[in-house]
């Protein structure tokens, strides 16, 4: 079946420096994938629907500068936090949509990128 | 390592008629468990954890760490509950990473 594929799993960095995450869907091609995150003991927040080839929707809240979101291609949606600072140690997850099976098709999930900013 | 199952892909009902819908898990610590659903065209929401122990819009999930499950059910399916329903878990030991099931998409019918 269709396979999310996010990589890192686990990501440790200093505060200031700026972590990319990629998701990437094997079988399948993906124009739009979404990206969640979840603080501890919540539940899961969209942050950003990402679209191929033009610009990634935010959701209100949520800096466009600060979470970053390319997809460059059909198969890869990236998250790049930048300048990160503690309070964006979080659990981040993407998913996407198997265009092949409809609109109503199940999303797909990764495995998630547990992020801690020391 | 975790994983999530729901067995079925499709659940057809119709209104009135009682829902459950399957969730099963492997995991070797204590589990946190949640479903999640969502309705046509808008975003993935929480629909309740088992910690809580709460009913939300009529469903309940009960934890049974015997069978490993935590089936969603309904006694009475309206039309509106129609949508994906993905069941997954907190993995204490992965630092509370959320693992999905693969979904299941309700359809009641009228």
């Known amino acids: 079946g269709a396979v999310v594929s996010q990589h890192p799993s686990w990501v440790i960095c200093k505060s200031g420096t700026s972590v990319k995450i990629e998701c990437r869907s094997l079988?399948?091609?993906?124009?739009?994938m979404f990206w969640y995150r979840q603080f501890p003991k919540q539940s899961l927040m969209l942050m950003a629907t990402s679209n191929e080839g033009s610009k990634a929707t935010y959701e209100q809240g949520v800096e466009k500068d600060k979470f970053l979101i390319n997809h460059a291609s059909l198969t890869l949606s990236t998250l790049t936090v930048t300048s990160a600072h503690p309070e964006d140690s979080s659990f981040y997850i993407c998913?996407?949509?198997?265009?092949?099976?409809?609109?109503?098709?199940?999303?797909?999930f990764g495995n998630g990128t547990r992020l801690t900013v020391t | 390592a975790q994983r999530v199952t729901q067995p079925e892909k499709l659940l057809s009902v119709f209104k009135g008629a009682p829902v459950e819908l399957k969730c099963n898990y492997s995991y070797s610590g204590s589990p946190e468990l949640f479903w999640y659903v969502q309705y046509s065209r808008q975003r993935l929401q929480l629909l309740l954890r088992h910690i809580s122990r709460e009913s939300i819009k009529g469903f309940t999930a009960d934890l049974n760490k015997g069978e490993t499950s935590f089936h969603l059910k309904k006694p009475f399916a309206q039309e509106e509950d129609s949508a994906m329903y993905y069941c997954?878990?907190?993995?204490?030991?992965?630092?509370?990473?959320?693992?999905f099931g693969g979904g299941t998409r309700l359809m009641v019918k009228p």
């Open positions: 997954a878990l907190a993995a204490h030991n992965a630092g509370n990473m959320l693992t």
């Open positions: 079988d399948f091609q993906a124009t739009t």
């Open positions: 998913s996407a949509r198997d265009p092949r099976v409809g609109d109503n098709s199940p999303l797909h």
